[in-house]
């Protein structure tokens, strides 16, 4: 079985340790429009040599030089750590001079360097003591021992085509209904909204946590026409994988 980690952003994604080949990480935003590039990501203890910094000059700008062809291209932005000349690790733009070196624009650096392992935002590599990189899973292939199950849910009693609408009941004046634990760790539910504005809506209860990993047991729903949030099952609950949207809707 696989291991799942949640983390809010790039930084705190580099900054896990610990990781064995094939531990899975949840960013932020992971499901929802505009994540700004949150996502599913598989981590590997193996770097290709084309993401493997052989050496970083010195001078204005550093020039970096990989152990095979880098493939990428001048505009490009990169992720560099690991590297012991400390000026080169960080993001930047580069501009490519050969298919197997390329310049950090804007960079500058008093002593060259060797070592560290390159981004290039479908991978992210690691900066603590746990060497190795995060790739990031397309179309939901997942590896050996994780499931990805995806499943819509649609509030009120009239389901769009395709989508599982949850029945509410009427209890002293409230709309409420539950929603299940998940079967698999990587399960997603996509909450949709599904009433006219305005409609007061209810209650769903289960098992939750917020986007920032506190426990939670109720999803008040507001007035919105519009997706309420994306959650992934972690095991143990269902996570808020983005922002909640939707007019009045919270988590507690």
């Not at 990587?186 to 506190?214: W, Y």
Request: aromatic residues 4%; glycine residues 16%.
């Amino acid at each position: 079985m696989t291991t799942t980690r949640w983390d809010a952003n790039v930084a705190d994604l580099q900054s896990e340790s610990g990781m064995v080949n094939g531990e899975i990480a949840l960013l932020a935003g992971y499901l929802a429009a505009g994540d700004g590039g949150g996502g599913l990501m598989c981590f590997s203890t193996t770097v290709p040599p084309s993401r493997q910094v052989t050496t970083a000059s010195s001078g204005t700008p550093i020039l970096i030089t990989t152990a095979a062809a880098h493939g990428l291209v001048t505009g490009q932005r990169v992720i560099i750590t690991g590297s012991s000349n400390t000026s080169a690790n960080g993001t930047r733009s580069i501009r490519v001079i050969l298919e197997n070196n390329f310049q950090l624009i804007g960079s500058s650096a008093a002593g060259a360097g060797s070592g560290g392992i390159i981004g290039d935002g479908g991978s992210i590599p690691s900066s603590s003591t746990t060497i190795g990189i995060w790739n990031r899973m397309s179309s939901f292939s997942a590896p050996v021992g994780f499931s990805v199950v995806i499943d819509d849910v649609v509030l009120g009693t009239t389901a769009p085509s395709g989508l599982t609408p949850i029945t509410f009941v009427q209890t002293t004046g409230t709309k409420t209904g539950a929603l299940p634990n998940g079967s698999t760790i990587g399960q997603t539910k996509r909450i949709v909204q599904s009433v006219a504005t305005g409609t007061p809506i209810g209650k769903i209860t289960g098992t939750f946590k917020q986007l920032s990993g506190a426990a939670a047991n109720t999803l008040a729903l507001g007035t919105a026409v519009a997706m309420i949030a994306d959650f992934v099952w972690d095991g143990s609950a269902w996570r808020l994988a983005s922002t909640l949207g939707g007019t009045g809707s919270s988590l507690s």
